[in-house]
């Protein structure tokens, strides 16, 4: 008698495709605003640090002209893509390996235009800053760690 193929799939594909859906819907999209001044200074993305957790999305929105988003060599987990928008443009970037991530605006890098991204439990503490990035960005990033790392 043949294996009977269909009553399988009928009960196993949907329960496949459930799964798959669910993980997706789990995944949140998360706007940061490219800005020429905000509370924290001149040249900044807004907000400056969020958590995500594997999987979420961050929108980076051109709100003022003249940035983008682009990741820092050596600032991001192992496996992890690298990313580089336009100026001007918006960029949506997913976070999928855990690690601690930096991003930079390539024209405002030496203005310390910098964001950190922790996706999954990463200690802030691990945050390693290589030492090619501009002293204003290495400042930015450790005002951001010390914000972040505030109780609330």
Do not use: W
């Not at 799964?19 to 995944?27: E, H, P, R, T």
């Not at 855990?98 to 999954?120: N, S």
């Amino acid at each position: 008698m043949p294996f009977p193929v269909f009553p399988i799939l009928r009960v196993c594909l949907p329960l496949v495709l459930s799964a798959l859906l669910c993980s997706q819907a789990a995944a949140e999209t998360f706007e940061v605003h490219m800005r020429n001044r905000s509370a924290t200074g001149a040249m900044t993305y807004e907000p400056e640090f969020l958590k995500l957790k594997p999987g979420d999305k961050i929108k980076f929105l051109a709100s003022s002209n003249g940035h983008d988003a682009v990741s820092i060599p050596g600032m991001a987990p192992a496996g992890s893509k690298p990313f580089k928008g336009k100026i001007n443009e918006e960029i949506e970037v997913s976070f999928d390996a855990a690690g601690l991530y930096g991003v930079q605006c390539l024209p405002h890098y030496a203005m310390g235009m910098v964001m950190l991204v922790q996706v999954g439990d990463a200690p802030l503490s691990g945050l390693q800053v290589p030492a090619g990035v501009p002293e204003r960005a290495q400042q930015r990033f450790k005002d951001i760690v010390s914000r972040a790392a505030a109780p609330r």
